[in-house]
Every structure is written in C-alpha cells, then in structure tokens.
C-alpha cells in the first residue's frame, strides 16, 4: 500500500506531499489539478515498463509538463521529482533536460532520468538503506548477494533502471519493486463511441485483469463468472440497472456482452448499449478482478453516469477497497457521500491558487 507520495514540479503541482489510506477520495472542481495528479501517478508508474520518455512524449513533452512558473527560471532546478513511500520501499525518480549538447541535435528537450533511488522501508531514506542508488547513467545497487556494486552496464539516459534490469535474478529487490509497481492498474477513459473496439465481438481467452482501455471486457466479464466473486459482481449490476441481466455470447469464440430487459423478449447486443452502461460495467468487471492488484486508480468514474448509478458506483468502489487500495479523483460531492456510507476514506479537497495546485485533508 502507498503511504505517502510527492510530486515537484509536475504541470500545475509545484509540490505537494499526501498521506493515503486503503481508500481515498480526491476532490475538486474543474482545472483544480485532479487529472494532473492522475497523470503523475501515472508516469511514476510508467518508469516500471519503460514508457517514460513516450508517457511525456503523449502528455505533450517534458517541456509542457514542467511545472510552468520553473521554464523561465535560468536558476532554477528544472526537474519533476516524484517519490512514494509504500510498505515494502520508497522509489524516486527525478526528470529533467539534457546537458547542452556541444553539437547540434533535434532532441535537445528530451527527458532524462537524473536521478532514480530505492530505500528499504523504515529507515527515512538513509544511505545505508539504499537498494539504487542513480545519478544520470552512474548507478550503484544493491546484489543478490546483498553487496553494493557499481553496475557496470550501458544505461539509456531517458528510461529508468527497471525498464533495463535484463537479468532480474542478479537485483532481486529491485527487480520486486519494478513488478509491484507494474502491478498498479488506472482506469481513466473508455472509448464507447460507436465503432470501439469494445463494442465488437472479440476472440475470448480467460482475462482476470480488464485492460485499461476495457477492450477485453467480455472476457473479463466471464473470467469473473467462471473464476471470479459473480455474487458480488451480480449484486453490483442489478442495484445499477435492476430490470436487467446480463451475460456473455461466445459465437464461435468470439465474446461480445449481451443484456436482457425485462419486459423485451429479444436481448440487446453491446453495440445497442448506452455509454453509460458500458462505462459502468467497465467499472465494475475492472475492480472486481479475480486478480486484485495492490493499486488501483480511477480519475473521475463518474463521467458519463447519471446519477442514479451512484449508489451503485459507491457500493463497488467501498467493496473493491477490501482487496485494492483505491485512489479516486472526483467532482462529485453526491458520490463521495454515498461512498462514505459504506466505508470510511482519507478525503483531499484540490483547489487551484496562482496557477498552483493545493490541497487540504478534510
């Protein structure tokens, strides 16, 4: 479970340190910072599977991610810091520019891992717990011999060590930390426009994760039925949508979701559902995983929902925080009611100052 987690100089958060529970609810209006927050979880998380460079590369660029008030500071220290301290370790990871280059090059703006450290919990980030230890491509880790060593292989300047770490068996402890944080899942957007993927038939195999774009939800949906809590799954769908039941088509191993109504004699196909029930279902095949992960990240799930899903919304996310810890950026003050009368969470309420995002535990 992560405990703390700051984050420097990342768009609109010059820095700030939050304490987490098993469940937390993160509030505010629009443009406070919540998506921002979001996306920092997410780069950290990125530096597990290699995907920094490209990660900021979608978001718009290290340059357009920096924290805007630094870009002109000639000064000043122009690198996103992101660190969380979980039960088993603290990783940081630093992000900055390049040296000037003393030739000409077009890739003068991209990221660089400056810094990247791992300690063993407990010991407030003394040298003595340090499992990596990285300045730029200068690294000293920690063996399986339990022995500091300087690694003596070449390192890419813009992906962190785990990405690198080919022979996983020679850093043990690194190599758990990289697998625990490529265990984090985020669930932020589904494409339910006509023509997704979602929406099509799809050859099934047995999926107790749902992707993060939700494009394997029928087979998750069935790995829950066969494998899974589909008792809870089942109380879930029928306090959301009560006059209706749904199951899973296989056609020649091909999956797609199908929903009877009562009343209707014929079944609708997922490509007659509405948005809000794919996105709904997403939710809950999503947090109801056979597999739970240790983090799960959801940025306003309530999007798209009328509100009287929210009951069932706040029942699903209250019982995914049993196996998950769970993180919920939100606009919603209904919600986070309802999700208080199931279960208690640690609340932040964000709001925006000077261009800078703030925030206050309630």
Sequence with gaps: ??????????????DINLSFERLNVIFGPNGCGKS??????????SAASGQVAKTLSDDGGLENVMWSDNKNKKNSPRRIKLLCETNDFEYEIQIGFPLQLPYPSHFELDPIIKEENIWAPGFNQRPSSLVLSRKNQNITVLDSEGQKTIHRGSIYENESFFSQLSEPHLYPEVSQVREAIRNWRFYHEFD???KSVIR?????????VLASDGVNLA??????VEIGNVELLNEVLHLAFPDSRFYCLNDKSRFHMMMQRDGVSRPFS????SDGTI???????????????SLIVLNEPENSLHPQLYPALAKLISEA??????WLTSHSTQLAELISSYKSFKFYELSIESGETLAQEK
């Design 279 to 293: 996105r709904f279902l997403c939710l809950a095949v999503g947090l109801l995983s056979p597999r739970p992960p």
């Design 200 to 208: 099509q038939p799809q050859i099934g195999f047995r999926a107790p």
């Design 36 to 45: 921002n927050l979001y996306k920092a979880i997410e780069l950290l998380s």
């Design 270 to 273: 997922i490509s007659e559902f």
């Design 1 to 14: 479970m992560i405990r703390n987690l700051q984050i420097v100089n990342y768009r609109s958060i010059k």
């Design 321 to 326: 925080s049993e196996y998950s810890q769970i």
């Design 219 to 224: 087979a998750a949906y069935q790995t829950i």
């Design 192 to 194: 339910v426009t006509r």
